[in-house]
């Protein structure tokens, strides 16, 4: 419509004192700092955001996407200031990096191919560098990167991922990771990426739990795989801390495949008329 404008923000937190991305009542939320300076510059925004990946409590984000749409008199009004604008009524611990005009078929959730995560672990004796303990675990032993990568290998592809996620109503369980693997950072940090269509709740977490009880000798290198094949949520994953964890991008396709990836996103995610349950066709790349 010419009288609204689809506006992208890319957004960057320190999730610390954050209770996640959603907003809820009481509870101080990436969204609700980020709605509340919107509405002191435009009014109340009657479709709220929408977000690429709603982050859990505590986890951090360099890479978050979510849109808008405003007013096209408003935001001609804004256009030029509008970053510089959030920037002054936003907390410290969160900020609207750039405000990008997209076609109306841009959806930051269900336009999305990808999302990538990293996972940073300091394994060293003395524990993480001070000025990284927010988005670092200490973790009290050495780890081993080629079980870290053994590890890794067995989980990647499209799979169902029960035994890794916390599981809602009518909701698939089946994900496809197309990158999982394990690094040495420049300050010798450990740092696992992994990279899917999408996530469960509390499910990049989870996979990083069991990677590193692999990594640290407690488990084998092919356990991660082997709870592949159950179909709920496996006791023996213990979740790794949210502080470790960053959402560092969101991949999208060209302009004119935005919606055609919206569409193929909805089918997969929306639950299937006859039997109440999402569809389990491989997801789009």
């Known amino acids: 419509m010419d009288d609204v404008v689809?506006?992208?923000?890319?957004?960057?937190?320190d999730g610390t004192d954050f209770s996640g991305w959603a907003a809820q009542p009481s509870q101080r939320t990436v969204a609700g700092v980020l709605v509340a300076a919107l509405?002191?510059?435009?009014?109340?925004?009657?479709?709220?955001?929408?977000?690429?990946g709603r982050t859990d409590a505590g986890v951090h984000a360099s890479g978050q996407v979510?849109?808008?749409?405003?007013?096209?008199?408003?935001?001609?009004?804004?256009e030029s200031s509008l970053v510089r604008r959030l920037a002054a009524l936003m907390p410290p611990d969160?900020?609207?990096?750039?405000?990008?005009?997209?076609?109306?078929?841009?959806?930051?959730?269900?336009?999305?191919?990808?999302r990538r995560y990293e996972y940073r672990v300091a394994d060293n004796?003395?524990?993480?560098?001070?000025?990284?303990?927010?988005?670092?675990?200490?973790?009290?032993?050495?780890?081993?990167?080629?079980?870290?990568?053994?590890?890794?290998?067995?989980?990647?592809g499209e799979h169902d991922f029960a035994a890794y996620c916390k599981r809602k109503d009518n909701a698939t369980t089946i994900r496809a990771?197309?990158?999982?693997?394990?690094?040495?950072?420049?300050?010798?940090?450990?740092?696992?990426?992994?990279?899917?269509d999408a996530f469960c709740q509390?499910?990049?977490?989870?996979?990083?739990?069991?990677?590193?009880?692999?990594?640290?000798?407690r488990r084998e290198p092919s356990w991660p795989g082997s709870l592949l094949t159950l179909r709920e949520r496996s006791s023996a994953v213990t979740v790794a801390p949210a502080h470790g964890l960053?959402?560092?991008?969101?991949?999208?396709?060209?302009?004119?495949?935005?919606?055609?990836?919206?569409?193929?996103?909805?089918?997969?995610?929306?639950?299937h008329p006859l039997s109440g349950s999402p569809g389990r066709h491989p997801s789009p790349r």
Do not use: N
């Open 202 to 217: 509390a499910m990049v977490r989870s996979l990083v739990g069991a990677m590193l009880s692999v990594g640290d000798g």
């Open 246 to 271: 960053t959402l560092v991008a969101v991949g999208y396709p060209s302009e004119t495949d935005y919606a055609t990836r919206a569409d193929a996103t909805r089918r997969l995610r929306t639950p």
């Open 94 to 114: 969160a900020r609207v990096r750039s405000v990008t005009r997209v076609p109306s078929t841009f959806d930051a959730r269900f336009s999305a191919t990808y």
């Open 6 to 13: 689809r506006l992208r923000l890319d957004v960057s937190y």
């Open 39 to 52: 509405e002191t510059l435009v009014g109340p925004v009657p479709l709220g955001l929408t977000v690429a």
């Open 125 to 156: 004796v003395w524990g993480a560098e001070p000025l990284r303990r927010k988005d670092t675990l200490a973790w009290v032993r050495r780890l081993d990167l080629d079980r870290l990568r053994a590890a890794a290998a067995g989980l990647l």
């Open 177 to 196: 990771i197309t990158h999982l693997d394990w690094h040495r950072a420049a300050d010798g940090v450990a740092v696992a990426t992994v990279q899917a």
């Open 66 to 78: 979510c849109h808008i749409d405003l007013p096209t008199p408003v935001y001609a009004a804004l």
